[in-house]
């Protein structure tokens, strides 16, 4: 029902923009998160959005990554610059029903398949 797209290899300083597309259902009333996780370390919540339009960004991307939703499109996207090294990891879309939202990964039932994202140095 989440099916995400836009990752690829990209030299550091550059950009990708991720988009989740929904289907099945519309997510309208969710909190739609970005995840990502990089080998051997846990999945960590990067951005999410929430139905009336509160943002959380991780420390880390902020500044330089911006989550956004297009509703009518039933659609999240991330944009992210200037990009690290660091930041090379599967990047999945989640969505969480539940009406908080939240940044553990078990408050959100619903993810994309993840896309995968190599910045090098």
């Known amino acids: 029902q989440l099916q995400a797209s836009g990752g690829g290899l990209v030299q550091a300083g550059g950009s990708l923009r991720l988009s989740c597309a929904a289907s099945g259902r519309t997510f309208s009333s969710a909190t739609m998160g970005w995840f990502r996780q990089a080998p051997g370390k846990e999945r960590e919540l990067v951005a999410a959005?929430?139905?009336?339009?509160?943002?959380y960004y991780v420390d880390s991307v902020k500044g330089r990554f911006t989550i956004s939703r297009e509703n009518a499109k039933n659609t999240v996207y991330l944009q992210m610059n200037s990009l690290k090294p660091d930041d090379t990891a599967i990047y999945y879309c989640a969505a969480s029903t539940n009406g908080r939202g939240g940044t553990s990964s078990g408050q959100y039932a619903y993810w994309g398949q993840g896309t995968l994202v190599t910045v090098s140095s």
């Open positions: 959005v929430g139905w009336s339009g509160g943002i």
